[in-house]
């Protein structure tokens, strides 16, 4: 990742601690935030923030940070696979936008903001335009929203027609089956019906009287 100051941080760490928020971010006045989100996944948690384009930190300055909050906080930082413990907005390697962590944030803003907080300097996360997640909402003009972020919903919306299709496949397949179980069923209780009704007319052939009839027996 580049050493140069960046704007915009994502950071990855363990559930089990608290959450990072602005005022930690503050403390000692180590940054100036602008923007703090955070959401709690089953193992990890992911933070989201925005600070003050004046003081952009490097990468130096947020590990130690980091380092900070751990000793003061026992917040630990964590990765899952395939991804950096902290990213920036920077244009190498991973970008914050393809982390699952951020797809979890946007998909729980857009569904009742389930173990999500969030905090502004200024304005609201449904109408301040300016702010990170904004654009991501799916209650706005969908030519608002950023290109990769449509590409993202096409791609997470055709993986799941081809998962659907499979199942209807599946149960297609299942129906079938219990026709054709269902068809060799009827095929033989008809069998069974014809067998009877020959007994029957053997025993009435044998025995006119109906004497050694089988009799039903009464209700």
């Not at 929203?145 to 599946?170: D, G, H, W, Y």
Request: one cysteine or more; a neutral charge; hydrophobic letters at 35%.
């Amino acid at each position: 990742m580049s050493r140069n100051p960046r704007q915009v941080w994502f950071i990855t760490y363990g559930a089990s601690g608290p959450s990072i928020t602005h005022e930690m971010l503050e403390e000692d006045g180590f940054f100036s935030p602008e923007e703090c989100y955070t959401i709690e996944g089953r193992d990890f948690k992911y933070t989201l923030i925005k600070l003050c384009r004046e003081k952009r930190p490097r990468m130096a300055a947020m590990e130690k940070f980091l380092k900070r909050v751990h000793g003061k906080y026992g917040i630990i930082k964590n990765e899952i696979f395939g991804y950096d413990s902290v990213t920036s907005n920077g244009k190498e390697g991973n970008q914050i936008e393809e982390h699952p962590g951020f797809m979890l944030m946007v998909e729980s803003m857009n569904n009742g903001f389930e173990n999500f907080l969030w905090w502004m300097y200024s304005g609201d996360i449904k109408s301040y335009k300016s702010g990170l997640l904004w654009k991501y909402r799916t209650d706005i003009d969908p030519e608002d929203m950023p290109r990769k972020f449509l590409e993202q919903k096409l791609r997470a919306s055709i993986n799941k027609i081809e998962l659907l299709t499979k199942e209807v496949a599946v149960l297609n397949a299942s129906v079938q089956t219990l026709q054709q179980e269902n068809s060799r069923l009827e095929d033989e209780n008809k069998q069974l019906d014809h067998r009877v009704k020959r007994q029957y007319e053997l025993i009435y052939r044998l025995d006119p009287d109906n004497s050694r009839a089988p009799k039903k027996m009464a209700v």
